[in-house]
T-cell receptor, first 114, second 114 residues
Framework: NAGVTQTPKFRVLKTGQSMTLLCAQD?????MYWYRQDPGMGLRLIHY???????AKGEVPDGYNVSRLKKQNFLLGLESAAPSQTSVYFC?????????????FGPGTRLTVL | GENVEQHPSTLSVQEGDSAVIKCTYS??????FPWYKQELGKRPQLIID?????GEKKDQRIAVTLNKTAKHFSLHITETQPEDSAVYFC?????????????FGTGTLLAVQP
């Protein structure tokens, strides 16, 4: 099992360009989350999904959109990238039910916006 | 909404000494408190967690304590080793809610000097 994977690992964008980050999981987890990690800021929740076809805003949603068309995939889109979106992006997943509190993180995507 | 504060931001100890990292949370409804370890360039990984019906939990050299009244929880690492060097994040969430969103602290960089 691959667990949680993220594509791409690295990306450099110019201001105004768009891109989509893909999170894929083979753990059959209902919950999926997108975080960004900046120095001194910890991990901040951008958007999340509680199941296929659902999405909701987290702490810092502005400038991002998401989609969860299939249970195993959670896409994070940047329509018009800005330098302030330079960050490391982590996807995480969590199961549903008793004893399933743990969030499992993907390897991260390092994004630089010039 | 929930807010989690974490101290110290950096901690340097000698190999074999103990290390303590402290977090406070604001939402009294929070009932799940995980700790994640993140090595340089890697993904965060769960090392221990505690639920609000328990005051202390131990796993070999790692322990977590929770004071619900004061809304404090702490990570204790005994007999530190160089491989314990990493960034540690605390987090809080409300289990059983619709989303189980985790709110993270800003992280503690632990350096264990050999």
């Amino acid at each position: 099992n691959a667990g949680v994977t993220q594509t791409p690992k690295f990306r450099v964008l110019k201001t105004g360009q768009s891109m989509t980050l893909l999170c894929a999981q083979d753990m059959n987890h209902e919950y999926m989350y997108w975080y960004r990690q900046d120095p001194g800021m910890g991990l901040r929740l951008i958007h999340y999904s509680v199941g296929e076809g659902t999405t909701a805003k987290g702490e810092v949603p502005d400038g991002y959109n998401v989609s969860r068309l299939k249970k195993q995939n959670f896409l994070l889109g940047l329509e018009s990238a800005a330098p302030s979106q330079t960050s490391v992006y982590f996807c995480a997943t969590r199961g549903e039910g008793v004893g399933t509190d743990t969030q499992y993180f993907g390897p991260g995507t390092r994004l630089t916006v010039l | 909404g929930e807010n989690v504060e974490q101290h110290p931001s950096t901690l340097s100890v000698q190999e074999g000494d103990s290390a303590v990292i402290k977090c406070t949370y604001s939402d009294s409804a929070s009932n799940y408190f995980p700790w994640y370890k993140q090595e340089l360039g890697k993904r965060p990984q769960l090392i221990i967690d505690i639920r609000s019906n328990v005051g202390e939990k131990k796993d070999q050299r790692i322990a977590v304590t929770l004071n619900k009244t004061a809304k404090h929880f702490s990570l204790h690492i005994t007999e530190t080793q160089p491989e314990d060097s990493a960034v540690y994040f605390c987090a809080a969430s409300m289990r059983g809610g619709a989303t189980n969103k985790l709110i993270f602290g800003t992280g503690t960089l632990l350096a264990v000097q050999p």
